[in-house]
């Protein structure tokens, strides 16, 4: 048996050689990426990354450590692509454009009365609007240029993602240029005059069904039916005047479509607030923005998203929301969405872009915006 003190000397004698070869690798690498800057090629080639882990693997000789060996050759590779990123110019990456305040149109799903209208307003104030049926037809109205901006809801505290609107944003390649948060109350409307017990149909968004879903199950024989949104499920029910009918809706819907309130306040929390998106077809300037949001892809490989949070943590940016979705043409792997703290005017921003960006297989930022 080797004494330890012996072991410690040989291994750093390694050491010494690890580094020299280290720094010799490290210059390659700088001059790679300058090649590829130069010749305007892709950093991040992952089929050559792969043959590269391969090579190695097969000149292993003791076969035990192939497993180790291929993480090292990973392990290098990865510090690599980071110091590679130091050196992509970060200036004007990002064209930034004003965004337009006089004489807007916006877009938003549902009639009047929505929570999107409300979230419309409270935004961006007295603005000419137009509402649309569904949240396509919200992008669709942008990409045909019938509107400026659109609004839809993202995220609801207590029931989570809405998961058409991230799928929605990155197939139509638009931005997201702001938020806003609205308090939402869910309260039970029916046909003035309408008791509780003739109630036999309720009406509402998914969404407002599952945010009332503690209230309905005292309820077994009201059978909720989902509806396009809140407040057409209070204009539905307004247009039938069935007192077997009632919708899930707020009080706005309830004046709006002469409708009575029968039971407040039957949201499941306290607090319920829904998180709605602003976008446009730019990547817009905002004053004080503090929020980056991103999507990208992953080669399908253990430690693929690891690689990613490891780059965020590195550079002290906070992350504030993950979202997955999967890819519709490959079983099994997705999207993931991140919301961090920061702005495309901070160099520590930018630059840990570059370092995510030789990470993943497509990366695009898809807003620089002010958080609600």
Known sequence: MKDLEQCRKEIDEIDQQLIRLFEQRMKV???????????DMEIFQPQREKAVIKKNADRVVDKELVEYACDFIQDVMDIGKSYQATFIPSKDS????KSKIEDI?????????AFAHQALHEYFGDVKNVNYEHFQDVYEALKNDEIDYGIVPLENSSTGAINDNYDLVRDYDFYIVGE???????????IK??????IKYVY????????????????PDIRPQSFSNTAAAAKFVSENKNKQFAAIASKIAADLYDL??????IHNQETNNTRF????KQLEDHEKTDRVSIVFTLQHKAGALYSILKVIKDHQINLSRIESRPLKDKHWQYYFYIDFEGSLHDDNVKLALEQLKTNCLTLRVLGNYRHA
């Open 29 to 39: 690498s700088k001059d790679v990426v300058t090649y590829k800057l130069a010749h």
């Open 94 to 97: 990002y064209k930034l454009a």
């Open 105 to 113: 149109k916006v877009g938003y799903a549902g009639v009047p009365g």
């Open 180 to 190: 806003h948060s609205v308090n939402i109350t869910q309260h039970l409307l029916g």
């Open 193 to 198: 005059g309408t008791s509780l017990e003739e």
């Open 204 to 219: 509402s968004h998914p969404q407002g069904i599952q945010q009332s879903s503690k209230f309905l199950k005292q309820f």
């Open 260 to 265: 009575e309130v029968i039971k407040e306040n």
């Open 277 to 280: 998106i602003i976008f446009g």
